[in-house]
């Protein structure tokens, strides 16, 4: 029988540390949440309830996710701002062997350099997490937003 309880756990814990991770801006870090081959996409929920494959960002791999956070720190020209994460309860929706599907919503509240503050951001996250490592990790981790409207570049990972 699996313990469901300890399941929502493990997962609760995971998505607190990626929140952690990008609130704190230590985005280095980021990639480490994937395994080798995860995807990682952000879309919005019209084109996702359409079964549009189109993405804001389409991260096929944790290679691209490094070259994105490279980007981010050398390349990319935007203004400075932070992020907050607020991640509902988790509700586990799947499990097969070590991988378990989980969903929760969440918002982002960015906070501008001038001291600005906004919800940036609502949406969900619909996650296959390996558990079969030393680590939980993400296989497949997609951001559906709520709105298709972002005012502003979407520059850090969500």
Same mark, same amino acid.
């Given at each position: 029988?699996?313990?469901?309880?300890?399941?929502?756990?493990?997962?609760?814990?995971?998505? +607190?540390?990626?929140?952690?991770?990008?609130?704190?801006?230590? *985005? $280095?870090?980021?990639?480490?949440?994937?395994? $080798?081959?995860?995807?990682?996409?952000?879309?919005?929920?019209?084109?996702?309830?359409?079964?549009?494959?189109?993405?804001?960002?389409?991260?096929?791999?944790?290679?691209?996710?490094?070259?994105?956070?490279?980007?981010?720190?050398? +390349?990319?020209?935007? $203004?400075?701002?932070?992020?907050?994460?607020?991640? =509902?309860?988790?509700?586990?929706?799947?499990?097969?062997?070590?991988?378990?599907?989980? $969903?929760?919503?969440?918002?982002?509240?960015?906070?501008?350099?001038?001291?600005?503050?906004?919800?940036? *951001?609502?949406?969900?996250?619909?996650?296959?997490?390996?558990? =079969?490592?030393?680590?939980?990790?993400?296989?497949?981790?997609?951001?559906?937003?709520?709105?298709?409207?972002?005012?502003?570049?979407? +520059?850090?990972?969500?």
């Amino acid at each position: 029988m699996v313990d469901t309880a300890a399941l929502v756990g493990t997962v609760s814990e995971l998505l +607190a540390d990626y929140a952690h991770c990008i609130d704190s801006d230590d *985005l $280095e870090r980021w990639p480490d949440f994937f395994t $080798e081959q995860a995807h990682y996409r952000i879309t919005t929920m019209f084109n996702h309830d359409q079964g549009l494959p189109v993405g804001i960002i389409d991260a096929r791999n944790r290679n691209m996710m490094k070259d994105r956070v490279a980007a981010l720190r050398k +390349a990319n020209i935007f $203004e400075p701002q932070r992020y907050r994460h607020i991640v =509902s309860a988790v509700r586990i929706t799947g499990q097969s062997g070590g991988l378990v599907q989980a $969903e929760a919503s969440f918002i982002v509240v960015r906070t501008m350099i001038d001291g600005s503050q906004d919800l940036f *951001l609502s949406g969900r996250y619909l996650d296959s997490i390996d558990l =079969s490592g030393d680590r939980p990790q993400f296989v497949d981790k997609l951001v559906v937003l709520d709105s298709d409207k972002i005012d502003t570049l979407l +520059a850090i990972p969500l």
